[in-house]
């Protein structure tokens, strides 16, 4: 790229964060075979040390990509068939309802429809983490839906996925990532041990305080439960690392692609396997294996993204074009990150995203949809206020902090809700219908969760932004 693109990059990465009280960010673009980095902020406001090219941020569930890349070198190697049970190759395996679990497929772990409660995080043991000890306390993992049914993200599916990869080459999830990805790639600001962590320059999350006008302030520990590394706990990596592995899947665009997997296998990562529900964003319209995939223009897009304890990550791929987008930020961003893709897509390729234009259609009957409904880490009531319907939501792991939102139509069976301290809008979408005509499901955040009360409640206007 040239040097006015580069400043380009610069002056507009450093606008938003501002503009978005980002605390640290980090972006990489790659485009038309050049590479060219832009970075903004600190990797902690404590210690305030700058961020640079180099340093490392947690990538969340993009590393789910990474866990399907080494499934699908096992399937080239005729280890794996991804349309095998799951207990073909991990008998130990047990959830909470065994006939249930005797049927998962490999395949439907990858794509999130299993069934499995996909937000189970319990403690890591204390006697040290392992993907194993997580597997063991499967046998309390709840059906969310019948498997094969419907699609509801699931890191739970790819938490057994990563301990598949162990039994069947006996070697320990973060060792092939090393063996099978960083070192074939030639990748070298990855973490994906934390013991390593003093090797790098590594990012510190942050969280919103409370109130309005409340500062970012250092989150209460550095990771989330490491048991769940495969799902995206652990995996920390520079944004230029990221688009390096990020080529290898994209056509033409890595002379060492070749290494990593076959054209066959690659190409199937991003083949749709389930749709995902509608209004999703930009480009997002199928899970594949792995990816998350949509198209632009008829062509192609492929895309993930991640968050941890106060570190988000953001990859989007065009692999016919050999254009791809990497940011990673180490407080709330998503508004950021909207503004900045658009803009740099726009501005370096001239690409703007299919956005999903709300119909005409006006919301169906509120009896539909009021009701309470619950998977194992949320829980969200809908009632009707009174300027229509009100959505209040609490984590089940704090079940007194309850935040909510009126819900605006966007069609008969869809609306968008904005939460309080929250710079962009969600999408809830109620699904299938029992033989009252009510919704059995809401979905929300790529996350279903099953109606397990009815309800007729009037919520006061009060608190719903």
Request: hydrophobic residues 40%; negative net charge.
């Given at each position: 790229?040239?040097?006015?693109?580069?400043?380009?990059?610069?002056?507009?990465?450093?606008?938003?964060?501002?503009?978005?009280?980002?605390?640290?960010?980090?972006?990489?673009?790659?485009?038309?075979?050049?590479?060219?980095?832009?970075?903004?902020?600190?990797?902690?406001?404590?210690?305030?040390?700058?961020?640079?090219?180099?340093?490392?941020?947690?990538?969340?569930?993009?590393?789910?990509?990474?866990?399907?890349?080494?499934?699908?070198?096992?399937?080239?190697?005729?280890?794996?068939?991804?349309?095998?049970?799951?207990?073909?190759?991990?008998?130990?395996?047990?959830?909470?309802?065994?006939?249930?679990?005797?049927?998962?497929?490999?395949?439907?772990?990858?794509?999130?429809?299993?069934?499995?409660?996909?937000?189970?995080?319990?403690?890591?043991?204390?006697?040290?983490?392992?993907?194993?000890?997580?597997?063991?306390?499967?046998?309390?993992?709840?059906?969310?839906?019948?498997?094969?049914?419907?699609?509801?993200?699931?890191?739970?599916?790819?938490?057994?996925?990563?301990?598949?990869?162990?039994?069947?080459?006996?070697?320990?999830?973060?060792?092939?990532?090393?063996?099978?990805?960083?070192?074939?790639?030639?990748?070298?600001?990855?973490?994906?041990?934390?013991?390593?962590?003093?090797?790098?320059?590594?990012?510190?999350?942050?969280?919103?305080?409370?109130g309005e006008d409340a500062a970012h302030c250092?989150?209460?520990?550095?990771?989330?439960?490491?048991?769940?590394?495969?799902?995206?706990?652990?995996?920390?990596?520079?944004?230029?690392?990221?688009?390096?592995?990020?080529?290898?899947?994209?056509?033409?665009?890595?002379?060492?692609?070749?290494?990593?997997?076959?054209?066959?296998?690659?190409?199937?990562?991003?083949?749709?396997?389930?749709?995902?529900?509608?209004?999703?964003?930009?480009?997002?319209?199928?899970?594949?294996?792995?990816?998350?995939?949509?198209?632009?223009?008829?062509?192609?897009?492929?895309?993930?993204?991640?968050?941890?304890?106060?570190?988000?990550?953001?990859?989007?791929?065009?692999?016919?074009?050999?254009?791809?987008?990497?940011?990673?930020?180490?407080?709330?961003?998503?508004?950021?990150?909207?503004?900045?893709?658009?803009?740099?897509?726009?501005?370096?390729a001239g690409i703007t995203l299919p956005r999903?234009?709300?119909?005409?259609?006006?919301?169906?009957?509120?009896?539909?949809?009021?009701?309470?409904?619950?998977?194992?880490?949320?829980?969200?009531?809908?009632?009707?206020?009174?300027?229509?319907?009100?959505?209040?939501?609490?984590?089940?792991?704090?079940?007194?902090?309850?935040?909510?939102?009126?819900?605006?139509?966007?069609?008969?069976?869809?609306?968008?809700?904005?939460?309080?301290?929250?710079?962009?809008?969600?999408?809830?979408?109620?699904?299938?219908?029992?033989?009252a005509g009510r919704a059995r499901y809401l979905?929300?955040?790529?996350?279903?969760?099953?109606?397990?009360?009815?309800?007729?409640?009037?919520?006061?206007?009060?608190?719903?932004?």
């Amino acid at each position: 790229m040239e040097q006015t693109q580069a400043s380009y990059l610069q002056a507009t990465l450093d606008e938003l964060r501002h503009r978005h009280g980002v605390v640290g960010a980090s972006l990489a673009i790659l485009h038309e075979g050049g590479l060219e980095t832009a970075v903004s902020g600190v990797l902690n406001r404590e210690t305030l040390v700058p961020v640079t090219a180099d340093s490392l941020f947690q990538v969340g569930s993009i590393t789910k990509v990474f866990t399907a890349t080494l499934v699908m070198q096992l399937v080239d190697e005729g280890l794996v068939d991804l349309d095998q049970t799951v207990q073909t190759y991990l008998p130990q395996l047990c959830t909470s309802q065994a006939a249930a679990c005797r049927q998962v497929t490999v395949r439907q772990l990858l794509c999130h429809t299993s069934g499995l409660e996909g937000d189970f995080f319990p403690e890591d043991d204390p006697f040290g983490p392992s993907i194993a000890g997580f597997v063991e306390r499967c046998r309390l993992l709840p059906q969310l839906h019948p498997v094969g049914e419907r699609f509801s993200y699931c890191n739970s599916g790819y938490t057994i996925v990563g301990r598949l990869l162990e039994v069947v080459t006996g070697r320990p999830w973060a060792g092939l990532m090393r063996e099978r990805i960083l070192e074939p790639l030639g990748l070298q600001q990855v973490l994906v041990d934390p013991a390593d962590a003093l090797r790098f320059r590594v990012a510190m999350g942050h969280l919103k305080g409370e109130g309005e006008d409340a500062a970012h302030c250092l989150a209460p520990k550095c990771y989330l439960p490491l048991s769940h590394a495969p799902a995206g706990t652990v995996l920390s990596m520079s944004a230029t690392d990221l688009l390096g592995f990020a080529r290898a899947h994209m056509d033409g665009c890595s002379d060492r692609a070749d290494t990593l997997l076959s054209a066959v296998s690659r190409d199937a990562m991003q083949q749709p396997q389930v749709a995902v529900p509608r209004h999703s964003p930009p480009a997002m319209t199928h899970w594949g294996l792995g990816w998350i995939v949509g198209s632009c223009n008829g062509e192609t897009v492929v895309s993930h993204y991640g968050g941890t304890l106060g570190q988000f990550g953001y990859l989007r791929c065009f692999p016919r074009r050999g254009l791809a987008l990497a940011v990673l930020t180490n407080s709330d961003s998503m508004g950021m990150y909207e503004e900045l893709e658009a803009e740099l897509l726009s501005g370096i390729a001239g690409i703007t995203l299919p956005r999903d234009a709300s119909s005409e259609e006006s919301a169906g009957p509120a009896d539909r949809f009021v009701g309470c409904y619950q998977n194992m880490a949320q829980r969200i009531e809908v009632v009707v206020g009174d300027g229509g319907l009100v959505a209040r939501r609490s984590e089940l792991a704090q079940p007194d902090t309850v935040v909510a939102s009126r819900l605006a139509p966007i069609d008969s069976d869809c609306f968008a809700a904005r939460w309080p301290r929250s710079s962009t809008q969600q999408t809830i979408a109620f699904l299938d219908q029992d033989s009252a005509g009510r919704a059995r499901y809401l979905s929300i955040g790529f996350r279903l969760l099953r109606r397990v009360a009815n309800g007729d409640s009037r919520a006061a206007s009060q608190g719903a932004g």
